[in-house]
Nanobody, 116 residues
């Protein structure tokens, strides 16, 4: 089992920045894939970014160039640096972990609210 705990959400004005962090614990050796998802009210969950250990990250087109995902294997954390935030980035953000393209573990989420 792997436990994921997100932190760093909050409220910010448009064009501001936030940094989300996800701390993983448990059998982290079983997870080579870490990702961030978001879900806004009334919308489907969307994958924002993911990273496989030692590989180039993936970014969704809507956030490419503004968000950066990074992983610290020594600390078992994966961060999401979010710059140039827009009101449409408002959502609950979730950390997820898994392997071979499948996410098996999810955090409870952290709320990000961007005001115009």
């Amino acid at each position: 089992q792997v436990q994921l705990v997100e932190s760093g959400g909050g409220s910010v004005q448009a064009r501001g920045s936030l940094r989300l962090s996800c701390a993983a614990s448990g059998n982290t050796a079983s997870t080579s894939l870490m990702g961030w998802f978001r879900q806004a009210p009334g919308k489907e969950r969307e994958e924002v970014a993911h990273i496989y250990t030692g590989r180039i990250p993936y970014y969704a087109g809507s956030i490419k160039g503004r968000f950066t995902i990074s992983q610290d294997n020594a600390k078992n954390t994966v961060d999401l640096q979010m710059n140039s935030l827009r009101p449409e980035d408002t959502a609950m953000y979730y950390c997820a972990a898994g392997s071979l393209g499948k996410y098996n573990y999810w955090g409870r989420g952290t709320q990000v609210t961007v005001s115009s």
